[in-house]
């Protein structure tokens, strides 16, 4: 018997039970009972089947599951044989997504049982709540039906495969975000938050960026298992997050594979701008606002706050009473516990904690990102293994990077001249910023020759650049030598003389 004949004398057998539930007064109770008995009885066996209504709304509010079910059928729709769908889009999504359109079923499988899910809408006006104004509401569901052995496995586990499910495709499909920090008084002064979010469409990927594949390879391993580790943190008893700090010289890429980072994993991103956080409390307010599947950012970590020559100055008290060679570990747990007593201030223990401490385990599946263009000015208890737990740099462009960038620019990958560049970049530092700006086609007639050409002008002007810089550097060096020789020659000299 097909599901639509079954859902209709499921239909009939409920009218047929309203008929008598009109007529059965004027049966002896005892009778009525019997006849109940036998009627259920009598629907079991030509209806044998359980129908689950999910609303769009529930008590007044949106029901996630009714969402995520439309995005879960979404899918099925497209692979099944549906006729008539509906294609919806909403603010908050990448893509459009497909759904059921009123009437429609799909039939779903699941450990063996056949599920029936149904589409509706009911229509009425909102004068029938009494208001004078008639507007027509829309009630949306979904129904699903199943053979009521399956109740147990629908409600224990298929419903809950539904859900999850949905969910997935409802984080792939959603647009990403990047927030600030850095937000107007007016933005605080209306509650919005502290954090302000536009849509984030950084074309970015690890495709396009330039650096040493193996490296590449390591991080994207890296990634993958971080994001698929939620048994094995809970097992080891971790957070689940993870540090990365990219280091490097300006324009080598580390900016840009914060937004490949993020379009690899579908993560929102924080930029926090340490500069605006008033104070260790503001710094753990702003880490409760952030979700689960996010990378927060601190760019030019050594430029944001004077956090380093904090500790310095400290070491420099210290180093009067504690010998220098001990003093490290010891001194650093008393630096932060007296950090700790400051208050009103964003402290370096301040900046410890919302990486580590308790607090940074709310909200799970998050990636903690640094950068730097000077990593030895960095406190090494914040780069620690554990805060920071990969250390990347982002060098000059090398050969291998030269290659990614000149198939992205210029399309393509082997050229007589590459072999020309790869020589000249072995020998000069040139960041991939700079190398990437050379192979910019600057007009539709340009060939890749012409910019290919320009880049090694670029490289031979560098390398001139840099013996002439390093002759004055080897010519100042000398001079200050011999200017020593002299003057202790001189000062010899004169205490001979002064004997
Ligand atoms: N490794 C790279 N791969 C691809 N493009 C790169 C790379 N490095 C730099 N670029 C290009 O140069 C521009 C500047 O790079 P980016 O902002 O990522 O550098 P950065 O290391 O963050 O510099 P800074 O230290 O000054 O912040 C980017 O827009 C990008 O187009
Ligand atoms: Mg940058």
Redesign the pocket.
């Known amino acids: 018997m097909g599901a639509i004949s079954l859902t209709e004398l499921g239909s009939k057998l409920a009218g047929l039970m309203f008929i008598w539930g009109t007529i059965q007064q004027f049966f002896p109770y005892t009778l009525r009972k019997r006849i109940k008995s036998f009627w259920q009885k009598l629907e079991n066996y030509f209806y044998p089947y359980v129908q689950i209504t999910i609303d769009e709304f529930t008590n007044g509010k949106s029901n996630d599951i009714y969402t995520q079910v439309s995005s879960y059928l979404g899918t099925k729709s497209i692979n099944k044989d549906a006729k008539y769908l509906k294609a919806e889009k909403s603010k908050n999504s990448k893509s459009f997504a497909v759904s059921l359109d009123e009437g429609e079923e799909i039939i779903d499988q699941f450990l063996g049982a056949k599920l029936s899910w149904r589409s509706h809408i009911e229509t009425f006006n909102e004068n029938s709540s009494g208001r004078n104004n008639s507007r027509p509401i829309e009630k949306k569901s979904y129904t699903i039906t199943f053979n009521q052995r399956y109740k147990e496995m629908v409600i224990g586990k298929y419903l809950k495969h539904v859900m999850e499910e949905g969910k997935v495709i409802e984080f792939k499909n959603r647009k990403q975000k990047i927030y600030t920090n850095n937000c107007s008084e007016d933005w605080y002064w209306y509650g919005k938050g502290m954090w302000r979010d536009i849509n984030f469409e950084h074309p970015?990927t690890f495709d396009?960026?330039?650096?040493d594949p193996k490296k590449k390879e390591e991080i994207i391993i890296d990634l993958i298992a971080f994001s698929k580790g939620k048994d094995y943190y809970s097992k080891v008893g971790k957070a689940w997050k993870r540090g990365y700090l990219l280091y490097?010289?300006?324009?080598?890429?580390?900016?840009?594979?914060i937004a490949a980072i993020a379009n690899f994993l579908n993560y929102d991103i924080y930029d926090l701008e340490l500069t605006s956080v008033k104070d260790n409390s503001g710094l753990k307010k702003l880490l409760m606002e952030t979700t689960s599947k996010s990378i927060i950012v601190i760019?030019?970590i050594d430029c944001s706050i004077d956090l380093t020559g904090k500790r310095k100055k400290k070491k420099k008290k210290s180093e009067e009473t504690v010998n220098e060679d001990q003093e490290d570990d010891s001194d650093s747990s008393k630096e932060k516990a007296s950090e700790n007593k400051e208050t009103g201030k964003l402290t370096l223990s301040g900046l410890l904690n919302f990486i580590d401490g308790i607090w940074s385990a709310c909200g799970q599946e998050r990636i903690i990102i640094f950068?730097t263009?000077h990593k030895d000015k960095l406190d090494p208890a914040l780069i620690r293994r554990g805060r920071m737990d990969m250390h990347i740099e982002?060098s000059y462009c090398k050969y291998e990077?030269f290659k990614?960038?000149a198939k992205?620019y210029l399309e393509v990958e082997t050229h007589p001249l590459f072999q020309q560049i790869q020589g000249l970049l072995e020998e000069v530092n040139m960041?991939?910023?700079d190398v990437?700006e050379n192979l910019m086609l600057k007009n539709a007639s340009e060939g890749p020759e012409i910019c290919l050409n320009n880049l090694i002008q670029a490289l031979k002007e560098a390398k001139k650049k840099a013996n002439k810089d390093k002759e004055a550097k080897e010519k100042t060096s000398l001079n200050s030598k011999k200017i020593k020789k002299f003057s202790t020659k001189f000062v010899g000299r004169l205490k001979e003389l002064l004997k």
């Open positions: 970015a396009t960026l330039a650096m490097g010289p300006p324009g080598t890429g580390k900016s840009t594979m760019e030019d950068t263009n982002m990077a990614v960038l992205n960041s991939p910023c990437a």
